[in-house]
């Protein structure tokens, strides 16, 4: 017969007991084969048949029960019977083992060295060159966002990337890591938010809350989430079980989010650059804790032209400043008809409801969300289509409708605002900018991940 000791090495250590005592449970039961050994110790003295102590007991891994049991029993007697009953329970657990065995997730550092993560290698070499595989092996219910070879490839492939610091290059690895376990069915066309587990720092300035990733399903099939830079990846293979948690592969490297200057240059803003440079609100904006910003798109701003080539710094930081809401960051997600306080002191008016197309429209007074949800380090950028006017909260907005400019008799033309950085050139669909889906710009920004700036 095999023995108690080849049993016993599957039952996990912290469970194991080195030796096999002659196990006297509470329980006094008549007609055992072995009385001996099964009747209990601690039963009072009575005539009653069966006595069950109700006292609670002790913690016993089942695998060792069955082995006990198989142990005793052929102790018991060498009839054909219990050596049938033996080898069944020894049959038992040995299943139950292998069952357990191959049940097991694997670790993430194994998953990845696995043929299952033949396209993460480059994901594998950046975790060890960051330090994080300890963190990674021992985290627990997390959501791992793994872009894929060639995503890390275009990454790469951008100016400095090479010489980025393991400080940053861990900050930005743990932007793809997310609490809580997203399954590919928990996502709808609404955006979710998901917080990821990147520290406090240069590219979460929130105050204590956590930095966020965006994620939504397209369509029936496809699910996207969106990082910083308004870079948004989409998930190529999903719902990768390990032993600490899911796994995500998707085909972009999502940036951390940065400051508002920077996100609005590299999503082509350049008006509000100019104009918080005009007005000198740029480094205060930068450095804000939890704001949500609603930024003029450049269209916005050279359709009351005149206002702005007219206006005074005094008058503009008015305007600039009646844009934004400090100490809340409101993804859209979360707005609903309501009245906040801006910057300035004064109130804006948010009202959600549908367009002329059924699709839900979110208006800040009369102008219409083009783009929600731009992540920065410090909030979140939500563009509109017209500049907003401190003194004139407008009409009741009509979303089924065209918006209308906020500055009654203002002249359309080009707003001369000082320009901080060149226009944006499209990319070649080829080139690693083109690649990752951003302008070239942004290409710029992230292929330093700004680090060689901000770092």
């Keep these: 017969m095999t023995s108690t000791r080849s049993i016993l090495g599957c039952v996990p250590a912290k469970h194991r007991i080195n030796h096999l005592p002659c196990y006297k449970p509470p329980i006094r039961l008549h007609h055992s084969t072995c009385s001996s050994s099964f009747t209990s110790q601690h039963a009072p003295s009575s005539s009653t048949s069966s006595y069950l102590d109700t006292r609670p007991l002790p913690f016993v891994h089942p695998l060792y029960l069955l082995t006990l049991v198989t142990h005793r029993l052929s102790a018991c007697s060498s009839t054909s019977i219990n050596m049938q009953l033996s080898k069944q329970l ?108 990147l520290v406090e720092g240069q590219f979460r300035m929130l105050d204590g809350m956590k930095q966020v990733v965006t994620g939504f399903k397209h369509g029936d099939s496809m699910i996207h989430f969106n990082g910083g830079l308004a870079v948004s990846s989409m998930v190529t293979k999903g719902d990768i079980m390990f032993d600490g948690g899911i796994i995500h592969i998707i085909d972009k490297v999502l940036p951390p989010p940065m400051n508002i200057s920077m996100t609005a240059e590299a999503t082509n803003m350049t008006k509000i650059l100019g104009a918080l440079k005009k007005a000198k609100l740029t480094d205060a904006l930068d450095k804000a804790k939890k704001v949500t910003v609603f930024v003029p798109n450049d269209m916005a701003f050279d359709n009351i032209a005149s206002v702005v080539n007219n206006a005074t710094m005094e008058s503009l930081t008015s305007i600039l400043k009646y844009h934004v809401i400090e100490g809340t960051v409101a993804y859209s997600g979360g707005l609903k008809d309501m009245e906040v306080k801006a910057m300035d002191g004064k109130m804006l008016k948010i009202t959600v409801g549908k367009d002329d197309k059924g699709a839900t429209t979110v208006m800040v007074n009369g102008a219409k969300v083009i783009m929600a949800d731009v992540l920065t380090s410090n909030g979140v950028i939500h563009v509109i289509d017209q500049v907003l006017n401190p003194d004139n909260m407008g009409e009741k907005p009509d979303p089924t409708k065209p918006s209308k400019p906020a500055f009654p008799g203002a002249a359309s033309g080009t707003a001369n605002l000082p320009s901080s950085m060149p226009e944006n050139p499209t990319p070649p669909k080829n080139s690693a900018a083109g690649k990752m889906g951003i302008s070239s710009i942004a290409a710029l920004i992230a292929g330093v991940f700004a680090f060689g700036i901000i770092a």
């Design 90 to 197: 020894f049959t038992l657990v040995s299943m139950t083992c292998l069952a357990l065995s191959q049940a097991a997730d694997p670790m993430i550092m194994e998953l990845l060295a696995s043929d299952a993560g033949k396209d993460l290698t480059m994901l594998a070499e950046s975790i060890k060159s960051a330090d994080l595989a300890d963190t990674l092996t021992m985290a627990k219910n997390v959501t791992i966002l793994a872009p894929n070879n060639e995503a890390f490839k275009a990454f790469m492939e951008m100016p400095k990337n090479k010489e980025i610091s393991q400080d940053v290059l861990k900050q930005a690895l743990t932007y793809h890591v997310l609490e809580g376990m997203v399954k590919s069915k928990d996502l709808t066309m609404m955006p979710m938010y998901y917080p990821s587990i």
